[in-house]
T-cell receptor
Framework: DTGVSQDPRHKITKRGQNVTFRCDPI?????LYWYRQTLGQGPEFLTY????????KSRLLSDRFSAERPKGSFSTLEIQRTEQGDSAMYLC??????????????FGAGSRLTVL | GDSVTQMEGPVTLSEEAFLTINCTYT??????LFWYVQYPGEGLQLLLK?????DKGSNKGFEATYRKETTSFHLEKGSVQVSDSAVYFC???????????FGSGTKLNVKP
């Protein structure tokens, strides 16, 4: 397994456009998280899945953000009608739900979004 | 609510110097505590963790002790190397909860 993969690594878009990020977690991990990180800040929780179920979504997440994990494997994060304030690094992480690996997050390298 | 506070950086040290990065937390109950490290251009990696009071996490010469009485989890290393230059994040998760809270990160620069 090559770890958590995210695509694209960098996306530049114009305000008002839609963007989609993809995350491929470690195959045996049933939990998948999305975080957002802005410059000089720590990761901020957006949402998480256990298998295909989205179990929690941050109140900070506007209706323009939607995430899916249709088959409990890869996940997508879509941002509609992007705004300049959406510019950030979007991080995906995965973990096991039980056992010694539970609550140990493995992060991808992130997808950097720049909204012009 | 739950939160993590870290000392602001950047921290600049000479090689072989002693390192301390302070971390304090606020949480209900008994959280698990973590240190993650982010090297330039890479994703966050788990450095060490502690799951209960008085536990000591250690890895790669780094150590941190879970101090419930002072709600702290300070990161220490006796002799830093240039390769330790990175951003260090303190984090917590509460038992039976599924959301991690991260500090704002402390950048460490180690000069030869």
């Amino acid at each position: 397994d090559t770890g958590v993969s995210q695509d694209p690594r960098h996306k530049i878009t114009k305000r008002g456009q839609n963007v989609t990020f993809r995350c491929d977690p470690i195959s045996e991990h049933n939990r998948l998280y999305w975080y957002r990180q802005t410059l000089g800040q720590g990761p901020e929780f957006l949402t998480y899945f256990q298998n295909e179920a989205q179990l929690e979504k941050s109140r900070l997440l506007s209706d323009r953000f939607s995430a899916e994990r249709p088959k409990g494997s890869f996940s997508t994060l879509e941002i509609q009608r992007t705004e300049q304030g959406d510019s950030a690094m979007y991080l995906c992480a995965s973990s096991l739900a039980r056992g010694t690996g539970a609550n140990v997050l493995t992060f991808g390298a992130g997808s950097r979004l720049t909204v012009l | 609510g739950d939160s993590v506070t870290q000392m602001e950086g950047p921290v600049t040290l000479s090689e072989e110097a002693f390192l301390t990065i302070n971390c304090t937390y606020t949480a209900t109950g008994y959280p698990s505590l973590f240190w993650y490290v982010q090297y330039p251009g890479e994703g966050l990696q788990l450095l060490l963790k502690a799951t209960k009071a008085d536990d000591k996490g250690s890895n790669k010469g780094f150590e941190a002790t879970y101090r419930k009485e002072t709600t702290s989890f300070h990161l220490e290393k006796g002799s830093v190397q240039v390769s330790d230059s990175a951003v260090y994040f303190c984090a917590l998760i509460r038992y039976n909860f599924n959301k991690f809270y991260f500090g704002s990160g402390t950048k460490l620069n180690v000069k030869p």
